[in-house]
Nanobody, 128 residues
């Protein structure tokens, strides 16, 4: 069983930065694609960014391109999301997720229903 625990959320002003972390336990995730999703009140869960098992392939939703960077550290079994130039519309609960790469390789899964394991979420609030 895989456990994912997000951290790093908080309250930040417009233009500020935050770095989210997602620590995995229970299994080494070096063969898993991983992703960040977010869900704002009253909205559907949205894919924000995804990264392949080896970090060689990444995906970003258009609204965060050039502002967010997804990365992973296999040695620490941890996923990161560096968020810069934050905007009020980035306010949401952010979730990390993991999916076995063998199911989709060479494609990179980006949809919520393609991911098996989920964290509990961390709140990000951007004030205007």
């Amino acid at each position: 069983q895989v456990q994912l625990v997000e951290s790093g959320g908080g309250l930040v002003q417009t233009g500020g930065s935050l770095r989210l972390s997602c620590a995995a336990s229970g299994r080494i995730l070096s063969s898993y694609a991983m992703a960040w999703f977010r869900q704002a009140p009253g909205k559907e869960r949205e894919s924000v960014a995804a990264i392949s098992w080896n970090g060689g392939n990444t995906y970003y939703v258009d609204s965060v391109k050039e502002r967010f960077t997804i990365s992973r550290d296999h040695a620490k079994n941890t996923l990161y999301l560096q968020m810069n130039s934050l905007k009020p519309e980035d306010t949401a609960v952010y979730y990390c997720a993991a999916a076995w790469s063998g199911t989709y390789y060479p494609a990179l899964p980006t949809k919520a229903n393609e991911y098996t394991y989920w964290g509990q979420g961390t709140q990000v609030t951007v004030s205007s």
